[in-house]
């Protein structure tokens, strides 16, 4: 009997969208550091500087996914997702050992390494999730990667209620994320599977697609609303627990479309040829997105590319029938080397590294930030920060998917639109206007997820999705040199040379972070251009790829 083929459009590709939500959460681990990081400190007897340079630690870990990266083109996903949940048991396993004081005296290396470690899994999860699902939904990229960045960018605000729910206790929140994260990790495990990507469009999937969007924008406005309660008024266990019920029921939210799908069928999925397989990722057999441009079966060709086996090149040798694979065009399926040697490579990195690197470093201090303008209770600032950038997440990836269809409109033009912004919120910082700071940081949120977002299916489209993960993480370095150039190096810099200035430990007034500011402004500007000329040159691409409204695959120019 012909074997049925899993399309897009079926249940198997949403169930994993659904598990992928919990797994993005659980990849949001490196959002709490700000939360055990001061009992660090004082359980282990560290200096500020210390603790700063586990930060680095923090951020350096949660950002390396080169391997991940690699890993997804050879490994099924969940031993990719296995790798991550076993890092994330020996490195917060290690962490919740000394904040417990269970073994005292553990060397600040050991700890520092932990940490990298620990972080590290946030890599490995997330890269499983996002390059699984984007290949199982090739149509809308744009959506999915707003969807899975939105949910991890709300991470930290899950974590706040959990953190509320142990009593604020360090230990106990590294037992849970030692033990807890885990546990979820391998109960979703077996639902990140790749299936075979439909040909067309499904009827369906546009209203899919907004209920999971306003599922999460409901979650983000609920997380954001109990943060203030519980900042404000003094709850009482019950209601904090019917509280972490309700976060819970929203998180699972997405189930309900598989769900549907299961109890009110559309239509009966076609019989295929019996070696079909949705289980072949990166099949040229099976899967149009993954396909190289140069078949090996067309025409009776046989085309030398890396998944052919010697015996076969050998033989096709012999028949003269091996033709040299061709360096690939925007919008085909490039190799990691390939893609290195491109200007549209350096050109996105660059536009993404000026447009991160400056954003967090606004976000790595910002609570310094608020006390220097004075504001006394930064909670709000973090709670609106971190609202804008999920909303930026989810809505440039929702929007840049209209237009990108529509109009045509290559999505780095709203990396144009997020620099331009990101300038104006600087300036607004670096003002020190009453009332500006909560304007500047709500600008500087949206622009920060927008850069996030539309990177990731601009770089699958420029460079294909064969090699999307290892791509995608080499873009993502972008944030931890960010952090260590623009946050450490000169938003430090200047803040302890002005407090210097003022004879205080901790620095007062506008002048602490106006140089900064006003860095960070000239450095949008740079990305501003460098997001122009990529604008230019990356149009035909989309022009190719979404012409008529719909995806196309480039054709091979030799055929």
Not at 30 to 52: D, E
Not at 215 to 233: E, G, H, Q, R
Not at 250 to 261: N, T
């Amino acid at each position: 009997m012909p074997k049925q083929v899993l399309k897009a459009g079926s249940r198997p590709p949403w169930v994993g969208l659904a598990a992928a939500v919990w797994i993005q959460i659980a990849a949001g681990n490196g959002y709490n550091f700000p939360l055990y990081s001061s009992a660090l400190k004082s359980i282990m007897g560290y200096s500020q500087q210390q603790v700063t340079i586990l930060g680095v630690a923090n951020d350096i870990g949660e950002s390396v996914g080169i391997l991940p990266g690699i890993a997804c083109n050879k490994f099924p996903p969940w031993s990719v997702l296995l790798v991550g949940t076993v890092l994330c048991f020996l490195g917060y396993g290690v962490l919740w050992l000394a904040v417990s004081q269970t073994v005292q005296n553990l060397p600040y290396w050991l700890l520092w390494l932990a940490l990298c470690i620990a972080t590290n899994s946030s890599a490995w999860l997330g890269t499983s999730v996002l390059v699984t699902n984007m290949r199982n939904f090739p149509l809308s990229r744009g959506t999915v990667a707003g969807i899975l960045k939105g949910y991890i960018g709300l991470s930290a605000a899950v974590y706040t209620v959990i953190y509320m729910v142990l009593d604020e206790s360090s230990s106990k929140l590294l037992a849970f994320l030692a033990l807890g994260l885990p546990v979820l990790c391998l109960a979703m495990m077996y639902f990140i599977r790749a299936c075979t990507p439909a040909s067309g469009e499904d009827s369906s999937e546009h209203v899919h697609f907004l209920f999971t969007q306003a599922a999460s924008v409901l979650l983000a406005i609920y997380l954001l609303s109990t943060t203030v309660i519980s900042d404000t008024v003094s709850l009482s266990d019950t209601v904090t627990y019917i509280l972490i019920a309700i976060m819970v029921i929203l998180l699972m939210s997405p189930l309900a479309i598989p769900l549907k799908m299961t109890l009110f069928p559309a239509k009966k999925l076609g019989p295929t040829p019996a070696n079909s397989s949705d289980d072949l990722v990166g099949s040229t057999q099976t899967d149009p997105l993954l396909r190289p441009s140069s078949s090996a079966t067309h025409l009776g060709s046989f085309y030398e590319n890396e998944d052919a086996s010697d015996v076969e090149t050998l033989l096709a040798v012999g028949e003269g029938a091996v033709r040299k694979r061709r360096r690939p065009r925007r919008g085909e399926d490039f190799k990691f080397r390939e893609a290195l040697i491109k200007a549209d490579f350096w050109l996105l990195w660059f536009s993404y590294f000026l447009g991160v690197g400056s954003g967090v470093t606004v976000l790595n201090n910002l609570a310094q930030i608020g006390v220097a303008v004075g504001v006394d209770d930064t909670t709000m600032l973090l709670a609106l920060f971190s609202f804008c950038n999920f909303a930026g997440r989810l809505g440039s990836g929702a929007v840049s998917e209209y237009y990108v269809r529509s109009r045509l409109l290559p999505r780095t033009f709203w990396m144009i639109c997020a620099h331009i912004i990101m300038i104006i919120s600087f300036l607004l910082f670096a003002s020190s206007l009453n009332g500006t700071i909560y304007v500047a940081t709500a600008l500087l949120g949206i622009c920060y997820g927008v850069q996030y977002s539309t990177m990731v299916p601009t770089a699958s489209e420029i460079f294909g999705l064969r090699h999307f993960g290892i791509i995608y993480n080499a873009m993502a370095l972008g944030n931890p040199i960010g952090a260590i150039l623009f946050s450490a190096m000169l938003a430090g810099y200047v803040y302890d040379a002005e407090a210097a200035k003022q004879g205080r430990s901790t620095c007062v007034g506008a002048d602490c972070f106006r140089l900064t500011f006003l860095v960070l402004a000239g450095v949008c500007g740079l990305g501003t251009i460098l997001s122009i000329i990529l604008t230019i040159r990356v149009r035909p691409v989309y022009q190719l790829l979404y012409a008529g409204g719909s995806f196309r695959l480039p054709q091979n120019s030799d055929h």
